[in-house]
């Protein structure tokens, strides 16, 4: 992957979750995109009062996903083995099992 292609996919990571692992054992690198609704998680404290989480400042600014269509891991930018980790499940998991496969 080139230089311009890497900043573009780490460009508002925050709001997109996008990051890139590079393994200790292979030195290859795995781009990952968590994908997920386009409404952001609710997170925030808990208030023992009320008995709800309530929202921080800044909530609602980032999502730390994407929608799949608007994912950048794809064919037509030289992606080979595209892997889906699915719902609930590690990225790292599969990035495991990917290294497994290449020994």
């Known amino acids: 992957m080139d230089t311009d292609f890497r900043n573009r996919f780490l460009t508002d990571r925050d709001d997109t979750g996008r ?7 292979t ?3 795995y781009f990952v995109e968590p ?3 386009s409404r952001m998680a609710d997170w925030g ?3 023992p009062s009320t008995g709800n989480v309530e929202n921080k400042k800044g909530a609602g600014k980032f999502r730390g996903s994407i929608d799949e ?3 950048l891991i ?3 930018n030289g992606f080979e083995k595209i892997r889906y980790s699915g719902v609930g499940a590690s990225p ?6 990917m290294e497994r496969e290449i020994q």
């Open 19 to 25: 990051f890139i692992v590079t393994s200790l054992k």
């Open 69 to 71: 269509t608007e994912s």
């Open 74 to 76: 794809t064919k037509e």
């Open 45 to 47: 404290s808990y208030n």
């Open 35 to 37: 994908i997920g609704s």
């Open 27 to 29: 030195g290859k690198k």
């Open 92 to 97: 790292f998991s599969t990035i495991e099992e």
